[in-house]
């Protein structure tokens, strides 16, 4: 039973535009949310994180919304450029402590074309 | 400051014969992570020490895998004997053990294919 979903395994989108990737979540325990991005050939490198205390978390250019009625979050790159072309999961921790007790989802593939 | 280092990058065996890998965490982190990949997976956590102490190992497959940290700082995680299903990623990862704000940094991986 999948208590991370990205149901959505890849997207491709134009240079400039937003990019918006989405996750699911099942288990209403859950009180943080991180997002990763991961290089081929690369370790996941951690990007954006947000409690569930609140809605909304940005960095610069990425903004990652959560939506906890729905279980839903959302990660918004704007504008999106070519170096952001890698995978990116979605991942609730699990027990207590640090972030590293990772549930992640399947990834979404992003493509960014110039 | 150097990152998490693992070795070896690639690893191909047969089914049924054992291997090892390496994993040198961040000087200081205190938490050590294992993690498996499968291809078209998220990461899945086999097992999470504090220290040399084992905090969840409740996801590793107990028969044919192990894990030690045995001095608090590199691990080890062996497979033994491998089937073909263990063909994936394995990540290592560290942190200082804290709240939910302690990122964890991984290290490249070992991609094992097993034939």
């Known amino acids: 039973d999948q208590q991370v979903k990205q149901n959505s395994p890849s997207l491709s989108v134009q240079e400039g535009r937003i990019s918006i990737l989405n996750c699911d979540y099942t288990?209403?325990?859950?009180?943080?949310f991180l997002w990763y991005k991961k290089y081929p050939a690369e370790g996941p490198t951690f990007l954006i994180s947000?409690?569930?205390?609140?809605d909304k978390n940005e960095d610069g250019r990425f903004t990652v919304f959560l939506n906890k009625s729905a279980k839903h979050l959302s990660l918004h790159i704007v504008p999106s450029q070519p170096g952001d072309s890698a995978v990116y999961f979605c991942?609730?921790?699990?027990?207590?402590?640090?972030?590293?007790?990772?549930?992640f989802g399947k990834g979404t593939k992003l493509s960014v074309k110039p | 400051e150097a990152g998490v280092a693992q070795s070896p990058r690639y690893k191909i065996i047969e089914k049924r014969q054992s291997v090892a890998f390496w994993c040198n965490p961040i000087?200081?982190?205190?938490?050590l992570y294992w993690y498996q990949q499968i291809l078209g997976q998220g990461p899945k956590l086999l097992i999470q020490?504090?220290?040399?102490?084992?905090?969840?190992d409740s996801q590793l497959p107990k028969d044919r895998f192990s894990a030690e940290r045995l001095k608090g700082v590199d691990s080890t995680l062996k497979i033994q004997p491998a089937k073909l299903e263990d063909s994936a990623v394995y990540l290592c990862?560290?942190?200082?053990?804290?709240?939910?704000?302690?990122?964890?940094?991984f290290g490249q991986g070992t991609r094992l294919t097993v034939v």
């Open positions: 947000i409690s569930s205390i609140k």
């Open positions: 000087s200081g982190h205190a938490t």
């Open positions: 991942a609730a921790p699990q027990g207590e402590g640090s972030q590293g007790n990772l549930i």
């Open positions: 990862a560290s942190s200082h053990w804290g709240g939910r704000n302690t990122e964890a940094f």
């Open positions: 288990n209403s325990m859950f009180d943080y």
């Open positions: 020490f504090q220290n040399n102490g084992v905090v969840d």
